[in-house]
């Protein structure tokens, strides 16, 4: 008993009515029939000390995602030994919204059409709470049947004819309507009321996303009452009112976010928080008008729904997303995400396995960034059963190493600067030109260049930056006055700066500027306006690279044009216009303007040279700046990052390789020598380093499904030791294998690791 009184002290839970024994005694008690939960573990190796809240120590989440069809057939006592083999400490279960899982007695409130008497929710509320389980209870709330719409027609959204937006036969809530505001939190009170979960998590809770504009009489009502104007008919970025219309919609996520807390928090404790889930895509989060930033500053843990790779995300997205949302939310904080053990993506095949690999290497990616794991089936049985291996080997070995992978902070020198305004006003409808690739491309170079770095949202740049030799901004068009300024102090205190392409011509609010806004730093300015949203821009960022160059200048060589020593031109791809140079940059690159590929008679250049610069450099020191140290700055009008994104060529690779090592001079804190595409992580913990080396090196690393795991190695290894750490002691906590006597000199702890399967961690203590 006395342990039992812990756990509700630990976990805020009212939920201490009667106990029952066996799985068996719980599966047919009545609805309503509570059981008080186990002690979740609070072994040394959890995530925090003892009394800390649950959301702060559960790290390995499951979840069958529940079908109609499943409460006959859904043999709970089969899913708790699997919780038991894959140390699963917390379930994601369905409960309520469209389809309620339990005996709901809301009106409307639709149950699941097999459920007959079986309390489901109930069921397995009451199982995982005896094996010490915490429960998030999973809705999914932004649709339901025609018998609810046929009741209530004005709660949901609606175009400008009247005609309501549908998803396949299920009819779209308004946010701004009763649903969300009278129906959803009966719901939600109903559910902590009988069951005590842990808390509460929702699949699609953000209502109609950006592609669809709600013309219901309480969106009109409120959008009148906040901006004073009627709403807008059509997408129109240049519209005053359909700006103000993207902001409105931004702010009521927010408004729900906080009111659902207070709804869960009254009726289910102090702990019993509500998340919904978020994407691991800015541009997603985007279209559906979730504010990454302002949620984060809200919420107690993230759930994150990105549940598989991208063709062009690759495996390597999952470790960057995690620090992302880590730099918002705090290190301090988890971030579960769902990974689909089923084929997810191109093409989804929902009831079969993910081959193992795949699932393997997405989860090892995600532990690199700090992501809690959380394994996701459909579905109660399968006649594909391979899936259920997928987790199994990734769970046992975090569950034996978790100390090593919490309660630490990443160790960097570059970072990687991010806005969701940037997202928003400089993509706009062209995410994946604009914003998306040039990110996508600098982040590709640091990964093949084994340089560790860090996610940076413009905003935390003073409070993040404090550690940063290098901050490069992949065409961050959108950059406010107090952004730009904080990019000075940074200057200033001897941060180098690395920016590509449209970098700071729009205002915070997407308005155009005449000037770049760090055209001092950047030595280079416009000769003439420029529209970033007019046919000669877009041209610019057309989905097809240009027959064009850039000329390597002559004389002496910069040395950021090493191992380009044999050729006097790069390919480009992309299009410039003249800039005015400040005296004292200097221009290691010109453009060379387009000219036919075919037929290739005709291929030959018809202006060879022009002055138009698609690199200019910056040295502080030798300018003769006053700053704390030497800051270094590189801009490129030539948007050498959207090209590699887009083609992958290694000359635009090694090329901007080059330029983040000139610009960190001498100041990036690991290399790692060897063949192979390897994503380096490094964390520092109170008195050891962690890194992490992911391997990437397979046949089909742009291509999903991924069959095969190629070993690769050895790698020469170099870590800059910080104080307090002698590294004088190494662990390989993956293969185990010895790494022997390290070489520690002037700082640097050197050492080899012979050979990498999937991934290893290097614990230097």
């Known amino acids: 008993m006395d342990s039992r009184r812990e756990f509700i002290k630990k976990t805020g839970s009212a939920a201490w009515l009667l106990t029952t024994g066996g799985l068996p005694a719980l599966a047919g008690a009545p609805a309503g029939t509570l059981i008080r939960p186990a002690p979740l573990d609070a072994s040394p190796n959890a995530p925090s000390a003892p009394g800390a809240p649950w ?39 369905n409960s309520g919204g469209i389809v309620a899982y339990y005996p709901t007695k809301i009106p409307l409130h639709k149950r699941s059409e097999f459920l007959g008497d079986r309390d489901l929710f109930g069921d397995l509320c009451r199982a995982a709470h005896t094996d010490g389980l915490a429960v998030f209870a999973r809705m999914d709330s932004n649709r339901a049947h025609e018998e609810f719409y046929q009741a209530h027609p004005d709660w949901f959204a609606v175009d400008p004819a009247g005609k309501p937006y549908r998803a396949a036969d299920l009819y779209i809530a308004c946010i701004n309507s009763p649903y969300y505001t009278e129906h959803l939190p009966k719901v939600l009170r109903e559910i902590a009321t009988l069951y005590h979960p842990e808390g509460f998590t929702d699949n699609s809770w953000s209502g109609l996303g950006r592609d669809s504009i709600c013309h219901c009489r309480y969106c009109k009502a409120s959008f009148r009452d906040k901006t004073g104007f009627d709403l807008p008919t059509k997408a129109n970025w240049e519209d005053k009112v359909y700006r103000a219309w993207l902001r409105w919609n931004y702010d009521r996520r927010i408004e729900l976010w906080d009111f659902n807390n207070k709804i869960t928090i009254e009726a289910g404790g102090p702990d019993c928080i509500w998340s919904g889930m978020n994407s691991g895509s800015i541009s997603g989060q985007s279209r559906s008008f979730r504010d990454c930033k302002r949620i984060a500053e809200r919420a107690e843990i993230i759930m994150l729904d990105d549940q598989a790779r991208t063709d062009t995300g690759g495996f390597q997205h999952n ?34 396995s993910k081959p193992e690999p795949e699932a393997r290497m997405w989860m090892v990616e995600g532990l690199a960034g700090g992501i809690s794991l959380w394994w996701h089936m459909v579905g109660a049985t399968h006649e594909d059963k391979r899936m259920h291996h997928n987790p199994e080997a990734i769970y046992a070995w975090e569950a034996a190493h978790e100390e090593f992978l919490l309660h ?40 093949r260049a084994r340089i560790p770095y860090l996610p940076v949202h413009l905003d935390h740049l003073d409070r993040d930056g404090k550690d940063l030799a290098v901050l490069i901004l992949p065409d961050l068009a959108v950059i406010s006055d107090e952004q730009a300024q904080a990019i000075r102090r940074f200057v200033e205190k001897g941060g180098s700066l690395v920016a590509t392409g449209n970098t700071g011509l729009l205002t915070g609010d997407g308005e155009p500027r005449t000037d770049f806004v760090l055209a001092d730093l950047f030595g280079a300015h416009l000769e003439h306006p420029r529209s970033l949203f007019t046919k000669p821009t877009e041209e610019k960022m057309a989905g097809e690279a240009y027959h064009t160059y850039l000329r390597i200048a002559t004389g002496d060589r910069h040395p950021v044009l ?31 303007p387009q000219f036919p590929t075919y037929p290739p008679e005709k291929a030959w250049m018809r202006v060879p040279r022009t002055d138009i610069p698609g690199m ?22 030539a948007d050498i990052d959207r090209q590699y994104g887009r083609s992958n060529l290694p000359d635009h690779g090694d090329l901007l ?50 069959h095969e795991l190629i070993p690769v190695g050895p790698f020469k290894v170099k870590v800059r030791l910080q104080k307090g750490i002698t590294g004088q002691h190494l662990r390989a906590l993956v293969s185990e294998q010895s790494i022997g006597h390290p070489a520690v000199a002037d700082g640097w702890c050197q050492f080899t690791v012979d050979r990498i399967l999937d991934h290893e961690v290097v614990v230097i203590g």
């Open 408 to 447: 630490r902070r990443p160790v960097a020198a570059v970072g990687l600067a991010w806005t969701q305004e940037n997202t928003d006003w400089y993509g706009r409808d062209n995410t994946e030109e604009r914003v998306d690739l040039p990110w996508r491309g600098m982040a590709g170079a640091l990964i």
């Open 55 to 93: 959301y702060r120590r559960v790290t390995r989440w499951g979840q069958v995602n529940i079908t109609e069809k499943d409460p006959p057939q859904y043999d709970i006592a089969w899913w708790r030994d699997y919780w038991r083999r894959t140390n699963t400490r917390g379930i994601i279960a």
């Open 657 to 706: 390789k080059n330029i983040i090592h000139w610009a960190g001079n001498g100041r990036i804190p690991i290399t790692v020598e060897g063949a192979g595409l390897i994503d380096t992580h490094l964390y520092r913990q109170e008195n050891r380093l962690v890194l992490h080396l992911v391997n990437l090196t397979n046949e089909n690393t742009w291509r999903q499904s991924l």
């Open 319 to 352: 470790g960057e997303i995690g620090k992302l949302y880590h730099g918002l939310l705090g290190w301090e904080k988890l971030i579960p995400e769902s990974m689909a053990m089923y084929q997810a993506h191109k093409p989804w095949f929902r009831l079969a």
């Open 616 to 637: 200019i450099l910056r040295d502080t020191a030798a300018a003769g700046t006053h700053t704390a140290r030497a800051s270094r700055i590189a801009f490129l009008p």
């Open 562 to 592: 090493k191992g380009f020593e044999e050729t006097d031109i790069l390919p480009f791809g992309g299009l410039l216009d003249s800039l005015r140079v400040d005296a004292g940059a200097t221009t290691p690159l010109t453009f060379i």
